[in-house]
C-alpha cells in the first residue's frame, strides 16, 4: 500500500467518523425534542415541527454574540440618569457632633457611633469626653470588646499636643461639666506624654481626663481578662498613659484630683506601671 492510498483510507475514516458522530449528535437531539413533546402534551403537528427542527441550531446575529456591559446602579442618580460624576453619589456620613448627636444608649450603640461617625482620633476623644467615664462604665458594665479597648487606649494618647491649641478639659470640673466641656474641646494626635511647655491647669485637665476614663471604664464587665487580649499597640499606649499619669501626679500632686495610691490600683488593674513610679 502506497503512502497516497494510505492518506485517501485515512481521510475517509476521518469522514465516516465525522457523519457517524453527526449523526449520533442529531438522533440524541430528535429523542430529546420526543420526550419534550411527549412531556409537554402537545398535538400532532406541534410534535412533527419539534422533532423536524430539533437538529438545528439558531441562527444568531454575530454583533448580538458581543458582550453587553451594564452599569451598576450606584452610578445612577435618583432620577433614573447616569450619574455625570461617581463623586456625586459618594455616601456622607456626618460625623458625630457633641451638639446635634445623641448620647449613646447602648454598647452596641456606641461601638456603632465610634466606628462609623468617628474617623478620626479628635471625633473619637470627643464622643469619649460626651460620654463621661460613669456612662462608659454603664454601656460595658456586661463586657468591653478587646478590640474597642485597644482602640480607647490608642486614642487617648493622640490628647496631648501642645501646637494644636487644645483647651483640655477644664481642671476640676465635674463629670457633667466635662461631658458640657467636651463638645468644644479640640484634640490632635502627638506622643502620648504631657509636654512640659503645656500649662499646668491644662496638664492636670488632662491628666485628670484620662484617669477618670481609663478608672470608669475598668468598672466593665470582665475588664480584667480584656486588658490581656488587647493588641501590643494598645499595651505600648497603655504604658504612655500610664507614665503620664505619673508624671502629671508627680509634678502637680498638690493640685490634682487623683492620689498616688489611687494612681497604683488603677495600675494594677490596667496592668501596667510607670517606668518612673
Not at 452599569?71 to 463623586?87: D, E, Q, V
Not at 490632635?188 to 499646668?200: C, I, N, T
Amino acid at each position: 500500500m502506497t503512502s497516497a492510498t494510505a492518506g485517501l483510507g485515512s481521510s475517509k475514516a476521518s469522514k465516516e467518523l465525522q457523519s457517524a458522530l453527526q449523526d449520533d449528535i442529531k438522533r440524541q437531539a430528535v429523542d430529546a425534542a420526543k420526550k419534550r413533546a411527549v412531556g409537554q402534551h402537545v398535538d400532532y403537528d406541534t410534535f412533527k415541527n419539534m422533532v423536524a427542527v430539533a437538529h438545528l441550531r439558531p441562527l444568531q446575529d454575530p454583533s448580538s454574540t458581543q458582550t453587553v456591559s451594564y452599569a451598576p446602579a450606584w452610578r445612577f442618580a435618583p432620577n433614573g440618569l447616569l450619574a455625570k460624576s461617581a463623586s456625586s453619589l459618594t455616601l456622607r456620613i456626618a460625623t458625630f457632633d457633641p451638639q446635634t448627636s445623641r448620647v449613646p444608649s447602648s454598647s452596641d450603640e456606641f461601638i456603632r457611633v465610634w466606628n462609623r461617625q468617628c474617623p478620626t482620633s479628635a471625633d473619637k476623644l470627643r464622643l469619649l469626653s460626651t460620654c463621661g467615664p460613669d456612662h462608659m462604665s454603664k454601656l460595658f458594665r456586661a463586657a468591653l470588646p478587646a478590640d474597642l479597648l485597644s482602640s480607647i487606649l490608642i486614642t487617648l494618647c493622640s490628647l496631648h499636643n501642645p501646637a494644636s491649641g487644645s483647651t483640655g478639659v477644664p481642671a476640676g470640673a465635674s463629670s457633667s461639666t466635662q461631658q458640657q466641656a467636651g463638645a468644644d474641646m479640640q484634640f490632635a494626635h502627638a506622643e502620648g506624654v504631657l509636654p512640659g511647655s503645656m500649662p499646668s491647669a491644662e496638664i492636670c485637665s488632662n491628666a485628670e481626663f484620662i484617669f477618670d476614663m481609663l478608672h470608669g471604664l475598668s468598672g466593665a464587665g470582665r475588664f480584667a481578662l480584656t486588658v490581656r487580649l488587647i493588641n501590643q499597640s494598645a499595651r505600648q499606649a497603655a504604658i504612655k498613659l500610664s507614665s503620664t499619669l505619673q508624671q502629671a501626679q508627680n509634678k502637680h500632686s498638690g493640685t490634682i484630683s487623683y492620689s498616688a495610691n489611687q494612681l497604683h490600683q488603677l495600675q494594677k488593674v490596667v496592668g501596667v506601671y510607670s517606668t518612673n513610679s
